[in-house]
């Protein structure tokens, strides 16, 4: 079972799962499941989960950060659809004997982020967890239909966009396995909030799919290249990236250096990034970093592009390599 991986079980299920209803427009397969509403606009839906001592240490994370993370990984599979975020469900199960401050921190940490993304809380389960804190979002979103983006939707040519900083969240990670790693204070507190305190990218996602600059969009959760690798195959193309333009922060490459990691590793591989990696139509491609930084605040690279077959390939130190590979699966052999 385990050599199918992560996505061969997902697929077990997507095979005999092919959606009947009429207004069901994505299924299976996208970052939020896309649904269709009366009039112009659809509804998006995803869920996630975060396990302890698969998605984080207790001993690790503050529960104000955790309840934080717990819905930010969820906003960003909206973003990833350019959609806007309303309302989540939280199942959770803690031990029996978890104390009501450490409750409230986590309750807090998760509605600071349902504030910060207009996200209202409307219900969820509450069990006792004899095997460590469980922790399962499902969010609700919403797009105009004709804005909605898809991973499915690139096409061959088109330029491949990563928005931020990729590869910080692996190196915040590093750091909370390593503590006793001597680096500088401020370059610690920004990868450690990286990892535990993402901010998904809403508003890029928005200004992308309301102009309709973009064909398709993913967030980063896997690791890049998986994730590109994932918009790529749900639009039946290859890909190649250009690891040399990584946007990868000074801070990260100084950790990584630190810690003897090759930094363009942890941003193709790492994961955790929840930001956001999208197709571009070449002739929007030079103009758009000028145009999401003015309107979002954000800036965005261009890494690679898309090409016609299923190959994937990755340019590093003037050398094209296979870029199958990598990231993060659950079920990796
Ligand atoms: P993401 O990283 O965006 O959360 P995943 O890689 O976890 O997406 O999942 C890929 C796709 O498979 C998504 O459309 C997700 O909804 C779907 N999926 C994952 N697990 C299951 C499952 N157990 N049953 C049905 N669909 C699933
Ligand atoms: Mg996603």
Known sequence: MTARGEFGIIELFRREAAPTRPEVSAGIGDDCAVIDLPGDQ??????????????????????????????????????AMGGEPTAAFLAMGFPRDVDEPTLV????????????????????DTVASPHGISLCVTILGRAPRADVLRRSGGRPGDVLFVGGD???????????????????D??????????????????????LASHHLAHAAIDVSDGVLQDLGHLAEESGLGLEVEADRLPVSPACRRVAERAGLDPVDLAL???????????????????????CLAATGCHVTAVGRLVPGDGRR????????????????????
Not at 59 to 66: E, G, K, Q, T, Y
Not at 167 to 181: I, N, Q, R, T
Not at 317 to 333: I, K, L, Q, S
């Open 105 to 124: 921190a986590f309750r807090d940490g998760l509605l600071a982020c349902a504030r910060r993304f207009g996200v209202d809380l409307l219900g969820g």
């Open 166 to 184: 990729i590869g910080a969240s692996a190196a915040g990670l590093h750091l909370l396995l390593h503590p006793d790693l001597e680096v500088d």
């Open 186 to 207: 401020a370059d610690r507190e920004a990868l450690l909030a990286a990892h535990l305190e993402p901010v998904p990218q809403v508003t890029l996602g928005r200004f």
């Open 42 to 79: 659809c509804l998006l839906v995803s869920t996630d989960m975060l396990l302890e001592d698969v998605h984080f240490l207790r001993a690790a994370v503050s529960p104000w950060r955790l309840g934080w993370k717990t819905l930010a990984v969820n906003v960003s599979d909206v973003a």
């Open 269 to 291: 591989t790492g994961g955790e990034d929840y930001v956001l990696a999208f197709a571009v139509p070449p002739e929007v491609a030079e103009a758009l970093p000028a145009a």
């Open 314 to 333: 990755i340019l590093r130190a003037g050398a094209w390599m296979d870029g199958v590979g990598g990231g993060y699966d659950h079920f990796a052999p």
